[in-house]
């Protein structure tokens, strides 16, 4: 299998004036793979803004690295699996956190939490097959990510779920994780002539052969050799082993096995140090008999790191190695010059420049306004009569009801950090040092990014970072994963340039740095194409652990929506769920807003006066209403119409997924008003209700000034939120 195209190869044998051996073929092959290289995409992502003062991406690091005081350092990774999950849901989902630990491991910091974000197919629609298979692909990425989270002692700590039909037969498996170091900690990476390579962890297998180019096409096969096989039990000592050797300044630079192999660790590395490398291939410790060199260089086995060791710490490395029973071997030395030369035995297989081989010719892809968008106008849709039955409907919908048959599957608490378990908040929340906290948030909307993928875009990195500012947090830099179909088609790559475009303004809009990220091309079945899927992890650091902001309605508390409410039904919830439409108006956003309200957010939980604090997001108010009242076990009275807006119908005001909103509660309603009277800019803040004075007033009333709109228990919008989706797998027995 090659990756390269005609005029790849032309330039290849141009910058090497000769022709390449089978191995260099090879491992340009995977390297220039568009999983690896990022030829279609590097220029443009190449445009996003990095904070000089805070951030480290230039220093030959796979994670991004952002320091945050007291002598810390954050690394931040995000990653898929999306090609082997399809294929084998449990291998394919675990060896995809395996991968992005190893990333953060490379730094030279310990893994201190996972996220994840799932995209599935159709779960309960009108095609039996479809539905069961959906089933089956969720329970065992599932499966996979919390057996081996729980297994390395990693906290799984939240994410976020999102189904569509165009993620029919297929899954999207993104996987954040984060890392923590004292500065003085963090790997050099650097070397010099003489010292040596070791390779560290699993033995060599044909396992995930072919993995980067199988990743760098559309799923029209099922080629399972190309899935990686997980030990996770190995994982978690070599984190040990590689968390001593760290503290002991034994190594000077470092690099996980990820897509490509040894191939592509061996280039970028030589690259970034500006060194050569000689390497024996026949040093490499396989699992398998008969394997050729050119397997040896390009598979994906798991569970490997590429280490760089100066002489005089060879014997006390290798004694931490021996005692916690590790596998390695010597596989060359880092030598003058930028050449990589490959030896199988004492045969040269390869000579070759690692910057010929990292640096791959960039692609100029055509764009195309997609034709599609011509026929998503707006359509009339008719008012309901009875807004209580579409509110109960909603909250069992796959994609806003609970998700804790997911989280309850993960160990959340491990490595006593985690302050907020997932669903207590709109974020997630780990304890730091001197009693500050670090709080993160996925979120992604492939249905409004198809209708608009600018807007789209927008609308999740607001979204994201929302959820941090409801923690009490500050946010302090952003990570992204842009997920696309194949960039040979104009229309598709249009949808990823007008992503990249919304990262960029908003970045440069609210001064927020992009710590890190992650282009995934030819996400398709057969062709079809999924729906652009930007996920966006935003991460923020707060300093009070006693103000963290909760999502959860208390008794006797008086309600507030902060912010506005316009007609943007197009890509909601309600409209697909109840009107069957994918059309309309996406939401759109006011930079200057978003910035403002968050502000006076995050100072009204600073203050103290904050008893809870929800954004609005997918549902609208409405559902971020029940879902406090749910979390809170409490009741509430509210005319809805008293919020801030320009909505002419009531469907609209009460589901409309405008930006920028959050609903507050506080006991103390006249401080509240107070700090937001003195805030630089007019923030919009109406109260619209109060909460039941206990816990045993269950009702939860929505009115329109005397009219009635919901009047229903809160058990009966509790049994829809919390039951659905286990109902949803439980319907076919797998």
């Not at 939490?113 to 089956?136: E, S, Y």
């Not at 569509?164 to 954040?176: A, E, P, Q």
């Not at 004492?346 to 640096?359: F, L, N, R, T």
Request: with cysteine; net charge neutral; glycine share 10%.
């Amino acid at each position: 299998m090659s990756a390269l195209t005609a005029a790849e190869i032309s330039h290849l044998r141009k910058s090497l004036r000769r022709h390449p051996t089978e191995t260099e073929f090879q491992m340009v092959a995977a390297q220039w793979s568009e999983h690896c290289s990022y030829k279609s995409s590097r220029k443009y992502i190449s445009q996003l803004p990095i904070s000089r003062t805070r951030i480290g991406l230039n220093s030959g690091f796979d994670a991004g690295l952002i320091e945050i005081g007291n002598d810390l350092v954050l690394t931040v990774r995000i990653e898929s699996h999306n090609h082997p999950s399809a294929i084998e849901p449990y291998g394919g989902a675990a060896t995809g956190v395996g991968g992005v630990v190893r990333d953060i491991l490379s730094a030279g910091t310990r893994p201190i939490a996972l996220m994840n974000g799932l995209r599935f197919g159709d779960i309960n629609g009108n095609n039996p097959k479809v539905n069961q298979h959906t089933r089956w692909l969720l329970r065992n990425v599932v499966r996979g990510i919390s057996d081996y989270g729980n297994c390395i002692g990693v906290p799984t700590i939240g994410g976020e779920l999102e189904f569509d039909k165009s993620f029919d037969n297929y899954c999207l498996v993104d996987v954040l994780c984060i890392g923590l170091s004292k500065t003085s900690e963090i790997i050099p990476n650097i070397a010099d002539t003489e010292d040596l390579i070791f390779l560290l962890g699993g033995s060599t297998g044909r396992d995930g052969i072919h993995g980067a180019a199988f990743a760098s096409a559309g799923l029209i096969r099922e080629d399972r050799s190309a899935v990686q096989i997980p030990d996770p039990f190995l994982k978690k000592i070599l984190i040990e082993a590689i968390l001593e050797a760290t503290e002991k300044g034994y190594i000077k630079a470092m690099k996980d096995l990820g897509g490509g192999g040894l191939a592509c660790c061996l280039s970028e590395t030589s690259h970034s140090l500006g060194k050569g490398f000689d390497i024996d291939l026949s040093r490499v410790i396989l699992r398998e008999e008969g394997m050729t060199p050119t397997e040896i260089l390009i598979s994906e086995s798991q569970e490997r790191m590429f280490l760089i060791v100066g002489r005089e710490n060879r014997e006390s490395l290798e004694k931490i190695f021996v005692k916690y029973e590790i596998g390695y071997s010597i596989i060359g030395k880092v030598c003058s010059g930028h050449n990589i030369k490959i030896r199988h035995h004492s045969k040269v297989i390869a000579d070759i420049p690692s910057q010929i081989v990292a640096c791959a010719p960039l692609l100029n892809r055509r764009s195309a306004h997609p034709s599609y968008l011509r026929k998503k106008a707006a359509t009339k849709v008719h008012l309901p009569k009875n807004l209580g039955p579409i509110l109960i409907d909603l909250l069992g919908r796959p994609n806003l009801c609970n998700r804790s048959w997911i989280y309850e599957q993960y160990d959340s608490e491990v490595g006593l950090r985690t302050v907020l378990r997932p669903g207590e908040g709109d974020s997630s929340i780990l304890r730091l040092v001197n009693g500050k906290y670090l709080a993160m948030s996925m979120d992604g909307n492939c249905r409004r990014c198809y209708l608009d993928p600018y807007q789209g875009t927008l609308g999740c990195l607001s979204e994201a970072v929302r959820n941090v500012i409801c923690s009490g947090a500050s946010p302090v830099g952003l990570v992204d994963h842009l997920q696309f179909g194949s960039p040979e088609n104009p229309e598709v790559f249009w949808t990823f340039q007008q992503s990249v475009a919304a990262i960029k303004d908003y970045c440069d809009a609210l001064k927020l740095p992009v710590i890190g990220g992650k282009v995934s091309f030819y996400n398709e079945k057969n062709d079809s194409p999924i729906k652009p899927s930007p996920v966006i992890g935003a991460i923020g650091v707060g300093d009070n652990l006693e103000n963290i902001g909760k999502a959860r309605l208390s008794p006797r508390c008086h309600i507030f929506v902060i912010g506005f409410t316009k007609e943007e039904l197009g890509g909601s919830e309600y409209y697909l769920s109840f009107h069957k439409s994918e059309s309309g108006k996406v939401p759109r956003l006011d930079f200057a807003e978003d910035k403002r309200n968050a502000l006076a957010v995050s100072n009204l939980i600073a203050s103290g006066v904050v008893k809870g604090v929800h954004d609005c997001s997918k549902g609208g108010i409405a559902i971020a209403l029940a879902e406090s009242a749910i979390n809170g076990n409490t009741g509430f009275d509210i005319d809805i119409s008293l919020a801030s807006n320009t909505c002419d119908r009531i469907d609209s005001l009460m589901f409309s997924e405008s930006n920028s909103r959050y609903v507050v509660t506080t006991e103390r309603p006249k401080e509240l008003s107070e700090i937001l009277t003195n805030c630089k800019s007019r923030i919009h803040c109406r109260k619209i209700g109060h909460a039941s004075d206990s816990a045993a007033n269950d009702t939860v009333r929505y009115r329109k000034g005397n009219q009635i709109l919901v009047n229903l228990e809160l058990e009966k919008l509790r049994l829809a939120y919390n039951n659905s989706l286990e109902n949803m797998l439980n319907d076919v027995g797998i």
